[in-house]
């Protein structure tokens, strides 16, 4: 016979694993969506490819580091992760809820939490992909892997912090503004961000006060992070600072002011 304290014990271990299969169905979805369409492949795979060839065939933009290719990975990695986590997913939130697809959602116990760990899971398996194709043509460019098991570590936990930033982002942008206003905004952004908020290009370039400003914000955090990581094997723990700040703070605007239609 089952106690009443078994009982009451089990339930908390059951409801969380509903939620765990809700957004594990959420994580598939969205997967699915980014990888069937074709405009968004463009933003998360090509782009970001074209972008590590100029930079490792090219010399028109000084890298760190006694050689191209580590420097030009580390910004195309980090280029992978704001393309996914933010653009794509600011976009494709912005007209869900213009067609109603949230509003659908809404009804459900998924909740904009479960919707935000769902959309993130997507991201993550999207950034694997890439990371894989992006790793590949680099080698295939002159790129060789140097460190252990701590710069592996180091990347992923860079591109951990940076998803969680880019999508809680997306989510607060593309869940408050009109679509017409997150395409606009998000492609705008996307642009700024590679030229010049330190994803593609070291903040050393920037003129002024703005390499200070921009390792402030989520790109130039997880840009530079990932390039001193390629390029030293150390580390930057003010990078990882700046990007966990970001994420909790995105993740509580996101889940405050995230409006379903």
């Known amino acids: 016979m089952t106690t009443p304290t078994t009982t009451r014990a089990s339930r908390p271990a059951a409801g969380r694993g509903v939620v765990l299969r809700r957004v594990l169905a959420q994580t598939r979805f969205e997967t699915a969506a980014v990888l069937r369409n074709g405009e968004q492949l463009l933003l998360t795979f090509v782009l970001p490819l074209i972008a590590l060839v100029v930079l490792v065939r090219t010399d028109v933009v000084d890298l760190p580091g006694a050689e191209r290719p580590p420097a030009a990975l580390a910004g195309?990695?980090?280029?992978?992760?704001?393309?996914?986590?933010?653009?794509?997913?600011?976009?494709?939130?912005?007209?869900?809820?213009?067609?109603?697809?949230?509003?659908?959602?809404?009804?459900?116990?998924l909740g904009p939490r479960g919707l935000l760990a769902g959309k993130v899971g997507a991201v993550l398996c999207v950034l694997a992909v890439q990371t894989i194709v992006l790793v590949v043509v680099a080698a295939v460019l002159g790129w060789r892997p140097h460190g252990g098991l701590g710069l592996v570590l180091g990347v992923?936990?860079?591109?951990?912090?940076?998803?969680?930033?880019?999508?809680?982002?997306?989510?607060?942008?593309?869940?408050?503004?009109?679509?017409?206003?997150?395409?606009?905004?998000?492609?705008?952004?996307?642009?700024?961000?590679?030229?010049?908020?330190?994803?593609?290009?070291?903040?050393?370039?920037?003129?002024?006060?703005?390499?200070?400003?921009?390792?402030?914000?989520?790109?130039?955090?997880?840009?530079?992070?990932?390039?001193?990581?390629?390029?030293?094997?150390?580390?930057?723990?003010?990078?990882?600072?700046?990007?966990?700040?970001?994420?909790?703070?995105?993740?509580?605007?996101?889940?405050?002011?995230?409006?379903?239609?």
């Open 156 to 261: 992923v936990l860079l591109m951990l912090l940076g998803a969680a930033a880019f999508v809680a982002l997306a989510m607060l942008v593309g869940g408050t503004l009109r679509p017409e206003a997150v395409l606009a905004v998000a492609n705008l952004l996307w642009v700024l961000m590679a030229a010049g908020g330190g994803l593609l290009l070291p903040v050393s370039t920037l003129p002024g006060p703005l390499p200070t400003i921009v390792f402030l914000l989520p790109s130039g955090a997880l840009g530079e992070g990932l390039r001193t990581l390629a390029t030293t094997g150390v580390l930057d723990l003010a990078a990882v600072a700046v990007l966990a700040v970001w994420a909790a703070a995105g993740t509580w605007l996101a889940a405050r002011f995230f409006r379903w239609d």
């Open 76 to 109: 195309v990695l980090a280029l992978a992760v704001a393309s996914t986590g933010f653009t794509s997913q600011a976009i494709a939130v912005a007209f869900d809820r213009r067609w109603g697809v949230l509003r659908m959602l809404a009804t459900t116990p």
